[in-house]
C-alpha cells in the first residue's frame, strides 16, 4: 500500500519568511495529492490540492509543486504570517479510490512575529 | 459549501461505558464517510469506511465489533465505541467526501475528543 512521508516534523521560521515542507511517496499509481492544515483541537482543513496531470499549482500565498518522477511533492507558503501556525499533513491517493488515502505525520510549523 | 460537523466535541465518560458519536454532512448529501483517529502530536490513522446503506470496511486491526458504524443515510454516519476503555481515549475525526466540489477530495469534522475514565 501507500506510504507517505512528510519533513520536517517541526519548522520555525520568522514572519515574512517562507516555508517549504515536503512529502513523499511510495504508491506509482497515487495521482491526487491534498494538502490539510490542523489548528489545535479542530479538524484537518483543505487547503490545497493538486493532481498529477499538473507539476504546480498556486493560491495566493500558497503553492503545491509535484514530481511525479521522483514521487515527491512540497507545499510552499510565501509571507508567513503567525495565524500560519498550525500542523500541515500532506497525504496521497488514488482517484476516485474511497479508502486509500494516506497521510503523513505532519509538519507543526510555527511563524514567530 | 461541503460543511461537515460533528457531535458532541468533546465527551468523558466511564470505563465500560458505550459513547456515540454523529457525523453530519451540513449541505450535501456523503454517499461515503470516513471515520479517522488520532493520538496526540500524531497523524491520522483510517479506521473505517462508511458507505449509505450498506456495512462499513475497517481497515485492519480495527474491531469491528467494538468500533460500530452506521451509516443509515446519506447526510449522517454514526460511531460508537462499545464498553469504552481509558486507551480508547482519543481524537476521533469523520470526513466526507462530496463529488460535487471535489471529486477525490474529503471533507473533516471539527472532531470528538473522547475521554474514558
Known amino acids: 500500500g501507500e506510504n507517505v512521508e512528510q519533513h520536517p516534523s517541526t519548522l520555525s521560521v520568522q514572519e515574512g519568511d517562507s516555508a517549504v515542507i515536503k512529502c513523499t511517496y511510495s504508491?506509482?499509481?497515487?495521482?491526487?495529492f491534498p494538502w490539510y492544515k490542523q489548528e489545535l483541537g479542530k479538524g484537518p482543513q483543505l487547503i490545497i490540492d493538486?493532481?498529477?496531470?499538473?507539476g504546480e499549482k498556486k493560491d495566493q500565498r500558497i503553492a503545491v509543486t509535484l514530481n511525479k518522477t521522483a514521487k515527491h511533492f512540497s507545499l510552499h507558503i510565501t509571507e508567513t504570517q503567525p495565524e500560519d501556525s498550525a500542523v500541515y499533513f500532506c497525504?496521497?491517493?488514488?482517484?476516485?479510490?474511497?479508502?486509500?488515502?494516506?497521510f503523513g505525520a505532519g509538519t507543526r510549523l510555527t511563524v514567530k512575529p | 459549501g461541503a460543511v461537515v460537523s460533528q457531535h458532541p466535541s468533546w465527551v468523558i465518560c466511564k470505563s465500560g461505558t458505550s459513547v456515540k458519536i454523529e457525523c453530519r454532512s451540513l449541505d450535501f448529501q456523503a454517499t461515503t464517510m470516513f471515520w479517522y483517529r488520532q493520538f496526540p502530536k500524531q497523524s491520522l490513522m483510517l479506521m473505517a469506511t462508511?458507505?449509505?446503506?450498506?456495512?462499513?470496511?475497517?481497515e485492519q486491526g480495527v474491531e469491528k465489533d467494538k468500533f460500530l458504524i452506521n451509516h443509515a443515510s446519506l447526510t449522517l454516519s454514526t460511531l460508537t465505541v462499545t464498553s469504552a476503555h481509558p486507551e480508547d481515549s482519543s481524537f476521533y475525526i469523520c470526513?466526507?467526501?462530496?463529488?460535487?466540489?471535489?471529486?477525490?477530495?474529503?471533507?473533516f469534522g471539527p472532531g470528538t475528543r473522547l475521554t474514558v475514565l
Open positions: 462508511s458507505n449509505e446503506g450498506s456495512k462499513a470496511t475497517y
Open positions: 497525504a496521497a491517493s488514488t482517484s476516485g479510490n474511497n479508502n486509500d488515502m494516506r
Open positions: 470526513s466526507a467526501r462530496d463529488p460535487q466540489v471535489r471529486r477525490e477530495g474529503q471533507f
Open positions: 504508491d506509482s499509481a497515487s495521482n491526487y
Open positions: 493538486i493532481r498529477s496531470n499538473v
